[in-house]
């Protein structure tokens, strides 16, 4: 079982990276935020998990070892495959869906796409017990709005994603008046994801 990777960073794209270890290009299936601190010719470690097939051999890849621990708990929930787990952790920090399932937050779950009432409420039954919030510091959704401390950030995440700082700056500004509530609450994360929607769908909001 791999459990980690090491090694520099060869490419990344909007949902994967390739990481070379002593000359193996690994595939690696991240979130957008395990993505942003990623960036081509840079050396990097992420944790991982090996999701095995009868057909195929897939890695997903982590910021944290916590993160990666959350992910194999929550693919082991009856009808939560690896992309739907990743999708939780895409929108949800490890304490996060550690505080959910501990409250039974249906809620936390159906904010995920493709999450209905039923399979929150089927996700919260079967993680029960399993886990557990730890006291970790759960990040502020209010993020503190100031846009000098949030704008260089998701800019280097969306130029290490491969797009220009040009695209990448106007794609901002035309979030700030689409989708201004995001670009109050200063949180990177929520900004990166509505400007990756804007980016990929290959339209500015």
Not at 22 to 29: A, D, E, I, K, P
Not at 54 to 76: H, K, N, P, Q, Y
Not at 111 to 124: L, M, N, Q, Y
């Amino acid at each position: 079982m791999i459990s980690s990777l090491t090694g520099t960073v060869q490419t990344v794209a909007l949902n994967t990276a390739v990481i070379d270890v002593n000359g193996f290009g690994m595939l690696v299936n991240a979130t957008p935020g395990t993505l942003s601190a990623l960036h081509a010719g840079r050396e990097a470690t992420v944790f991982t998990s090996m999701v095995v097939r009868e057909d195929s051999m897939t890695l997903f890849g982590f910021a944290t070892a916590e993160e990666r621990d959350v992910f194999e708990v929550l693919i082991s929930v009856s009808g939560i495959g690896p992309r739907t787990g990743l999708a939780i952790l895409a929108v949800h920090s490890p304490e996060e869906v550690r505080i959910a399932a501990n409250t039974k937050d249906t809620a936390a779950f159906t904010k995920v796409s493709g999450i209905g009432p039923k399979g929150a409420s089927r996700i919260v039954l079967e993680l029960n017990g399993k886990l557990v919030p730890t006291g970790a510091p759960v990040p502020s959704a209010s993020g503190g709005g100031n846009v000098s401390v949030w704008e260089p950030q998701v800019i280097e995440a969306l130029t290490g994603l491969g797009w220009s700082e040009k695209d990448a700056t106007a794609t901002l500004k035309s979030l700030s008046k689409a989708d201004p509530d995001v670009i109050a609450a200063g949180n990177v994360a929520e900004i990166l994801r509505a400007a990756l929607r804007s980016m990929s769908s290959g339209t500015r909001v």
